[in-house]
């Protein structure tokens, strides 16, 4: 088959299996899938740009929120001890695990952060009908970093450590701690909400 | 043509993995390193080399996988005595703590993760070498499956960062992270690099070749 290029528009080719399946349009929230192997081939999504937009700005207040306040407070004996989001990074420096330190860095603070404002970079342009510069490369990098954002995976984390303490010691949650929660909700409603077709299609029309 | 029944192979088009646009072969065969004409994502039928780096990361995954469980993680000093914890003990004492969903979730995402991830990878890659047809759907969603729960294996290495920071109390109490959450840590990312170059479509190929 050697269709002219007006035909392939219309076909996508599944990521798993590589069965060709016409594009047809989905119900709002619903999932196409491969008839083969059961992919996800693409998804509808109801006013992309302006629900993801909003869930990123809103991010983006509780990811500072997150950072700033402290996180938990351990109390022993008498003595108690704040920490930040960013203390367990520097623990770890400190104890000459700066490998270990920096995996935390990124995956925590650094992976979840490029996230949210790579959405603002490419979608508030493009919400401004602009074609943001250097739109496909910036995308491409923000698919390629999305795995290694953990924000859920981190939270999990601090309520093993919560329950590891608990009984030693008095743990007090910070605001920081709620607003980390409410945080890796609002991004994981951001990255589900994005449609990746605007920004391809964005490519393709002449500037 | 009727979609559902084709591959993109077999129809002489490269899908890409970036933008899913679709691109006719003989249009990209002049091109030493061929680029996606909309994204700019270079192009390949398959992903390039994908059993030998699959294979490559996970086997640098599986030595690694030795120190992460021998080592401690991190060791707990209390009033002068300090006690090691490997990822196993850490699971161990919050049996013993009677925290058992607790200590179900870090036994799924510590030592049952990455064990799935090794032994199912390798699986997959033998049935690609193997040239199997038996039920790729399955062995499609197994692929599926270690692609998503790989990264709460982080779990432990989070906690230790967390306790760390927190339980910094001189003699009374202190947390210092041990050799082995590095190598744990280790085993994560390369996991995660090794299914990130398994490429599922080759599994469909040998069906596709077999039907004929």
């Known amino acids: ?207 | 043509m009727s979609a559902g029944t084709l591959t993109a192979a077999k129809a002489g088009l490269v899908s890409c993995h970036a933008c899913d646009l679709l691109v006719n072969r003989k249009s990209l065969a002049r091109d030493p390193h061929p680029a996606c004409p909309r994204c700019g994502t270079s192009m390949h039928q398959r992903k390039p080399d994908s059993l030998n780096r699959t294979w490559a990361l996970l086997i640098a995954a599986a030595v690694l996988y030795i120190p992460a469980n021998v080592y401690p993680i991190m060791t707990v000093i209390s009033f002068g005595k300090g006690a090691p914890d490997t990822i196993y003990s850490g699971v161990v004492h919050l049996i013993e703590a009677d925290q058992l969903p607790i200590a179900a979730l870090v036994f799924f995402a510590s030592i049952a993760v990455p064990v799935l991830k090794l032994v199912g990878l390798s699986y997959l890659l033998l049935s690609i070498q193997f040239k199997s047809i038996w039920r790729p759907r399955d062995r499609t969603v197994l692929y599926r499956v270690i692609e998503a729960v790989g990264r709460w294996s982080m779990i432990d290495i989070f906690m230790i960062s967390i306790l760390v920071a927190l339980v910094k109390l001189g003699t009374i109490a202190t947390i210092e992270p041990g050799a082995g959450a590095t190598s744990f840590a280790a085993v994560v990312i390369l996991t995660m690099f090794s299914s990130m170059s398994f490429d599922p479509r080759l599994m469909w190929d040998a069906v596709e070749d077999t039907d004929g």
């Not at chain 1, 919400?127 to 698919?143: E, G, I, T, Y």
Request: glycine share 6%.
């Open chain 1, 1 to 207: 088959m050697t269709g002219g290029d007006g035909d392939l528009t219309t076909l996508i080719a599944c990521h798993e299996c590589d069965l060709l399946h016409r594009v047809k349009p989905v119900d709002d929230e619903h999932t196409a899938k491969c008839v083969r192997c059961g992919a996800t081939l693409y998804q509808e999504r109801k006013n992309s740009v302006d629900r993801t937009l909003a869930l990123a700005f809103t991010g983006l207040i509780l990811f500072i929120i997150s950072n700033v306040f402290p996180f938990m407070s351990f109390e022993l004996e008498g003595r108690s001890q704040d920490n930040t989001l960013i203390s367990g990074v520097i623990e770890m420096y400190r104890a000459d695990l700066w490998g270990l330190a920096m995996v935390v860095l990124l995956m925590s603070i650094v992976f979840p952060l490029v996230n949210l404002m790579g959405i603002l970079y490419v979608l508030i342009p493009l919400k401004m009908n602009k074609r943001p510069w250097m739109l496909a490369k910036s995308f491409r990098v923000l698919d390629l970093l999305h795995p290694w954002g953990m924000t859920e995976v981190y939270m999990l984390g601090v309520f093993v450590a919560y329950v590891k303490l608990s009984d030693l010691a008095t743990i007090t949650p910070g605001i920081a701690l709620y607003s980390f929660a409410v945080l890796l909700i609002v991004s994981a409603a951001a990255t589900a909400s994005f449609d990746p077709r605007i920004v391809w299609e964005k490519v393709e029309q002449p500037q």
